[in-house]
């Protein structure tokens, strides 16, 4: 079962972007489309906010979108709020029918 | 509206046996391509998958994890249960269930997820 490495944090002033990446292998995330991302604030649940690489459940706003280039899959964050500061973990599910998730990645908003 | 809620003992003794308790509602796990997941997170770590229970009672474990793990479903009481043998302090963690999403269009993904339940492991 492969790790999926994410950067441990980044940060971003209010209105800017920023993205979060995750990278897996050829076999991987290189392979399918199978990433998902979770946010989760200081003292809560993870909350899912996006799935399938690029797709954003209901509720989720559009400033959250997800891509994937190869072995690496994006988290992009744009018009940066305050309320976006909070750990993100990406997770892949894979051809076995596991998880994996990222180490994730601490997004401190300036 | 799914919901998901974790039960179980917060303290545990090392060597002794974890058992955690998700009780769900708005689904069914007998519904094909269903399936809950146990994640637990160390106290400022990351997020580690434990284990997965399918609608057709297929399971999955943690490699690393496995020997130590079992995952079974009540489908009458809509529950999942995890038993974690042979505790150790290093498994002081938030235990969190979730619902697993996805499982029919090749994917997987966890939404939502339940509160989660604080479990020390301490003599």
């Known amino acids: 079962q492969s790790a999926l490495t994410q950067p441990p944090s980044v940060s971003g002033s209010p209105g800017q972007s920023v993205t979060i990446s995750c990278t897996g292998t050829?076999?991987?995330?290189?392979?399918?489309?199978?990433v998902s991302w979770y946010q989760q604030p200081p003292g809560t649940a993870p909350k899912l906010m996006i799935y399938?690489?690029?797709n954003r459940p209901s509720g989720v706003p559009d400033r959250f979108s997800g891509s994937k280039s190869g072995n690496t899959a994006s988290l992009t964050i744009s018009g940066l709020q305050a309320e976006d500061e909070a750990d993100y973990y990406c997770?892949?599910?894979?051809?076995?029918?596991?998880?994996?998730f990222g180490g994730g990645t601490k997004l401190t908003v300036l | 509206q799914i919901t998901l809620k974790e039960s179980g003992p917060t303290l545990v003794k090392p060597t002794q046996t974890l058992t955690l308790t998700c009780t769900f509602s708005?689904?069914?796990?007998?519904?094909?391509?269903?399936?809950v997941g146990w994640i637990r997170q160390p106290p400022g770590k990351a997020l580690e998958w434990l284990a997965l229970?399918?609608?057709?009672?297929?399971?999955r474990y943690s490699p690393s994890l496995k020997s130590r793990l079992t995952i079974t479903k009540d489908t009458s009481k809509n529950q999942v249960v995890l038993t974690m043998t042979n505790m150790d302090p290093v498994d002081t963690a938030t235990y969190y269930c979730?619902?697993?999403?996805?499982?029919?269009?090749?994917?997987?993904?966890?939404?939502?997820w339940g509160q989660g339940t604080l479990v020390t492991v301490s003599s």
């Open positions: 979730a619902h697993l999403m996805g499982y029919s269009s090749g994917g997987g993904w966890f939404d939502p």
């Open positions: 708005g689904f069914s796990l007998s519904t094909s391509g269903v399936g």
């Open positions: 229970i399918y609608w057709d009672d297929d399971k």
């Open positions: 050829s076999s991987d995330v290189g392979s399918y489309n199978r």
């Open positions: 399938e690489v690029s």
């Open positions: 997770s892949l599910y894979t051809s076995s029918s596991t998880v994996v």
